[in-house]
């Protein structure tokens, strides 16, 4: 590995500690040799709907309404996100049996942010969409009851975040793992000297917001990390979905 390989990985493994030991994420590992890297891990989220008193039969039908939504590629990647996204903040609505009546199964707990699985795993490795393109490598994933909802690139501190934004940008290209981007409700970059830039699916370098909130916290990418990332911050609320412009100019 290069000095400069070196010096990432550092970075990398100081965010994982933070998450772990800071923010109190579980450690899923890394998953640079790992293979079938999902935007939806099925296990997780269906170990996560069972402890909630769900039925294994209606696991599977909240799954097969999740998935049918996050994979629809006949749409495009803003109106799939847009999709899961409701399914996020108003529930998966589906029929437990024949003659029954619909019920809301939540896949997400918003008013008691402890309930949930908050879990990352890093160097995510996942298979391009298209057979003849390579695959990518997202430095750091975030997830909630076994969904990504965040993904985090990070460079070291005598390279722009602008680099971290781009390489974003490039793996949301339909030939590389656009289709991983479905889920996503934060795309973030960072270093140790700008801090960190955050968007959503599809948003131009030019409109990533730089995060600022005073804190003890010396670190930049940490103390905005730390902000961010806080458990009770992450699902007290659902997010508004308009952070920031979410298409390209």
Same mark, same amino acid.
């Given at each position: 590995m290069s000095t400069v390989g070196q010096r990432e990985k550092k970075t990398q493994q100081c965010v994982v500690k933070l998450f772990c030991d800071t923010l109190g994420y579980a450690y899923l590992g890394n998953?640079?040799?790992?293979?079938?890297?999902?935007?939806?891990?099925?296990?997780?989220?269906? #170990?996560?709907? /069972? +402890?909630?008193?769900?039925?294994?039969?209606?696991? !599977?039908?909240? *799954?097969?309404? &999740? =998935?049918k939504a996050a994979g629809d590629t006949s749409k495009s990647l803003y109106d799939r996100n847009r999709a899961v996204y409701d399914l996020l903040r108003y529930g998966v609505k589906v029929r437990p049996d024949?003659?029954?009546?619909?019920?809301?199964?939540?896949?997400?707990?918003?008013?008691?942010?402890?309930?949930?699985?908050?879990?990352?795993?890093?160097?995510?490795?996942?298979?391009?969409?298209?057979?003849? #393109?390579?695959? /990518? +490598?997202?430095?750091?994933?975030?997830?909630?009851? !076994?969904?990504? *909802?965040?993904? &985090? =690139?990070?460079?070291?501190?005598?390279?722009?975040?602008?680099?971290?934004?781009?390489?974003?940008?490039?793996?949301?290209?339909?030939e590389f793992i656009q289709p991983f981007f479905s889920t996503m409700q934060l795309v973030l970059a960072g270093n140790d000297t700008e801090g960190l830039c955050y968007g959503t699916i599809e948003t131009s370098e030019k409109y990533y917001l730089k995060w600022k909130e005073e804190s003890t916290v010396e670190n930049p990418v940490d103390r905005a990390l730390t902000q961010l990332c806080a458990k009770a911050r992450s699902t007290t609320t659902p997010p508004a979905r308009s952070t920031p412009t979410t298409r390209k100019t």
């Open positions: 998953w640079e040799e790992r293979e079938n890297s999902r935007n939806i891990e099925p296990d997780l989220l269906r #170990a996560w709907l /069972k +402890r909630q008193g769900h039925a294994d039969a209606l696991i !599977g039908k909240v *799954l097969y309404e &999740l =998935e024949v003659g029954e009546n619909m019920v809301t199964v939540w896949l997400v707990n918003w008013k008691q942010p402890e309930k949930n699985d908050f879990a990352i795993a890093e160097a995510v490795t996942v298979a391009a969409a298209n057979a003849k #393109a390579h695959g /990518k +490598r997202p430095d750091i994933v975030l997830y909630v009851n !076994g969904i990504a *909802l965040g993904v &985090l =690139e990070l460079k070291r501190s005598t390279v722009s975040v602008a680099e971290g934004i781009r390489q974003n940008l490039d793996n949301q290209k339909k």
